[in-house]
């Protein structure tokens, strides 16, 4: 059986590593992976005849031999095969890494982070929403000798993940943007959540890495205070004297006004959101820690726009809509509302979906959501069956409150009853599709 470190020198020779047999480029190394409704290992030969160099394969197909000098390399399990090379690749490399994970704003935070540092730096950072088990090791191939760093998003759904992706991203800095009421099905608890979060403390305090983490969250200054030893950089709104300046129907963007060297300054963002302010100060700290000039990296801020169903902006030609559907958990979808609340944007409307992977605590959590929906906005849409039960539960007055059990459902609706004039926040767990009612309305 082949060994990690002759499987990476072969590697060396390849253009990069895939994963879909459907986007080979000439020269790659195709890792058949297995998922819920496909095996890559009936498509290595596919890969192959597409042009990949090699295909590593943990189900016998052609051991030993090869087509027109390419091959079939059988493992024990491709994935693990996956992971163990990236974590050596890794060790190849001397360059700082940022890990980030959290409940919320883990996505926003690294945009923020890898557009600060860019702007003195050669930066790698996770594309996309590629913060698991595959798209970890896939960001560190991404690495190469031009990189001067990596930011590294993980995401985690049990104990346990952070602290493998950690084992394999092995980062010198991290930071954990919130923990919250998310996966609580795969935690069991709150407890939990910041039990495996907190692994990204724990590996940085063994490594003797720097943690950045935000002063005005109680949550994460108890679990720094639980790790002696621990090196770390403070951040926060309140922590900085930050003020948050209020968003109007006609400015709706996050405004954060502070003072740096004794002068006033104005930050003016592209995302909706007073909860981003914590994500802002985040990628200053990040980059004031490795130098980056203050003025560029106010400037990398307020060029960043958002284009993922997060804090997004998105003006129809009929209605004005936030859109942050992405994903939602209690405390994301409580911030939102409470947010979209505090605005003097007209015509309010909630376009909601279920937050999914709650477990025990689902009913209970989203009967309280939908209470805080039922005092922001005059009409609400909800789409899932946790919505609708607690919708039930609650006696919501019909008038106010309209359930689908789907998006299809709520997109046919809206088609045939059109909204105008509105301003419309939509957000629920990606499961539901939420994003695709912007097409609708």
Same mark, same amino acid.
């Not at 005005?216 to 090196?231: I, T």
């Given at each position: 059986?082949?060994?990690?470190?002759?499987?990476?020198?072969?590697?060396?020779?390849?253009?990069?590593?895939?994963?879909?047999?459907?986007?080979?480029?000439?020269?790659?190394?195709?890792?058949?992976?297995?998922?819920?409704?496909?095996?890559?290992?009936?498509?290595?030969?596919?890969?192959?005849?597409?042009?990949?160099?090699?295909?590593?394969?943990?189900?016998?197909?052609?051991?030993?031999?090869?087509? =027109?000098? /390419?091959?079939?390399? *059988?493992?024990? #399990?491709?994935? $693990?095969?996956?992971?163990?090379?990236?974590?050596? +690749? %890794?060790?190849?490399?001397?360059?700082?890494?940022?890990?980030?994970?959290?409940?919320?704003?883990?996505?926003?935070?690294?945009?923020?982070?890898?557009?600060?540092?860019?702007?003195?730096?050669?930066?790698?950072?996770?594309?996309?929403?590629?913060?698991?088990?595959?798209?970890?090791?896939?960001?560190?191939?991404?690495?190469?000798?031009?990189?001067?760093?990596?930011?590294?998003?993980?995401?985690?759904?049990?104990?346990?993940?952070?602290?493998?992706?950690?084992?394999?991203?092995?980062?010198?800095?991290?930071?954990?943007?919130?923990?919250?009421?998310?996966?609580?099905?795969?935690?069991?608890?709150?407890?939990?959540?910041?039990?495996?979060?907190?692994?990204?403390?724990?590996?940085? =305090?063994? /490594?003797?890495?720097? *943690?950045?983490? #935000?002063?005005? $969250?109680?949550?994460?200054?108890?679990?720094?205070? +639980? %790790?002696?030893?621990?090196?770390?950089?403070?951040?926060?709104?309140?922590?900085?004297?930050?003020?948050?300046?209020?968003?109007?129907?006609?400015?709706?963007?996050?405004?954060?006004?502070?003072?740096?060297?004794?002068?006033?300054?104005?930050?003016?963002?592209?995302?909706?959101?007073?909860?981003?302010?914590?994500?802002?100060?985040?990628?200053?700290?990040?980059?004031?820690?490795?130098?980056?000039?203050?003025?560029?990296?106010?400037?990398?801020?307020?060029?960043?726009?958002?284009?993922?169903?997060?804090?997004?902006?998105?003006?129809?030609?009929?209605?004005?809509?936030?859109?942050?559907?992405?994903?939602?958990?209690?405390?994301?979808?409580?911030?939102?509302?409470?947010?979209?609340?505090?605005?003097?944007?007209?015509?309010?409307?909630?376009?909601?979906?279920?937050?999914?992977?709650?477990?025990?605590?689902?009913?209970?959590?989203?009967?309280?959501?939908?209470?805080?929906?039922?005092?922001?906005?005059?009409?609400?849409?909800?789409?899932?069956?946790?919505?609708?039960?607690?919708?039930?539960?609650?006696?919501?007055?019909?008038?106010?409150?309209?359930?689908?059990?789907?998006?299809?459902?709520?997109?046919?609706?809206?088609?045939?009853?059109?909204?105008?004039?509105?301003?419309?926040?939509?957000?629920?767990?990606?499961?539901?599709?939420?994003?695709?009612?912007?097409?609708?309305?």
């Amino acid at each position: 059986m082949i060994t990690v470190e002759e499987l990476y020198a072969l590697y060396k020779r390849c253009s990069g590593i895939t994963t879909d047999s459907r986007n080979i480029k000439d020269g790659s190394m195709f890792f058949a992976l297995k998922g819920e409704k496909f095996d890559g290992n009936d498509f290595a030969l596919d890969a192959l005849k597409a042009g990949a160099r090699y295909a590593i394969v943990d189900r016998f197909l052609l051991e030993g031999t090869s087509w =027109r000098g /390419r091959k079939c390399i *059988v493992v024990e #399990n491709s994935l $693990n095969m996956l992971q163990e090379m990236a974590a050596y +690749h %890794r060790r190849q490399l001397d360059i700082p890494v940022i890990g980030i994970t959290g409940t919320n704003g883990k996505t926003t935070t690294k945009e923020l982070i890898a557009a600060v540092l860019s702007k003195k730096y050669d930066v790698v950072a996770t594309q996309e929403n590629f913060n698991n088990h595959i798209g970890v090791p896939l960001t560190l191939f991404r690495i190469d000798d031009r990189t001067d760093m990596a930011v590294v998003e993980m995401g985690a759904s049990a104990p346990g993940e952070i602290a493998q992706l950690t084992r394999i991203v092995q980062p010198t800095c991290g930071l954990i943007t919130t923990v919250g009421k998310a996966h609580i099905e795969g935690f069991g608890s709150f407890e939990g959540v910041k039990k495996a979060k907190g692994e990204l403390y724990d590996i940085l =305090r063994q /490594r003797g890495g720097v *943690v950045f983490y #935000n002063a005005d $969250n109680e949550h994460l200054c108890e679990m720094v205070s +639980h %790790r002696p030893g621990l090196c770390t950089r403070r951040y926060g709104v309140r922590e900085q004297g930050v003020e948050i300046l209020p968003a109007t129907a006609e400015s709706p963007f996050l405004q954060l006004s502070l003072e740096h060297d004794g002068k006033p300054v104005r930050i003016r963002t592209n995302l909706v959101g007073a909860y981003n302010a914590d994500n802002v100060m985040a990628a200053l700290s990040v980059g004031e820690a490795f130098e980056v000039p203050f003025a560029k990296a106010v400037a990398a801020i307020e060029a960043y726009s958002p284009s993922n169903s997060r804090s997004q902006l998105v003006r129809t030609k009929n209605n004005v809509l936030i859109v942050d559907a992405y994903n939602a958990n209690p405390s994301s979808m409580r911030a939102a509302l409470d947010n979209f609340a505090a605005t003097d944007f007209p015509e309010k409307v909630l376009m909601l979906g279920d937050m999914l992977e709650l477990g025990q605590e689902s009913s209970e959590e989203h009967r309280a959501i939908l209470q805080r929906a039922c005092e922001v906005a005059p009409v609400i849409f909800l789409v899932g069956e946790e919505f609708a039960r607690a919708s039930r539960t609650l006696h919501t007055d019909p008038r106010q409150v309209a359930s689908f059990p789907d998006i299809e459902s709520l997109k046919a609706y809206v088609e045939e009853h059109p909204l105008a004039g509105k301003t419309i926040l939509i957000k629920g767990s990606n499961g539901n599709h939420m994003q695709q009612a912007v097409k609708a309305l």
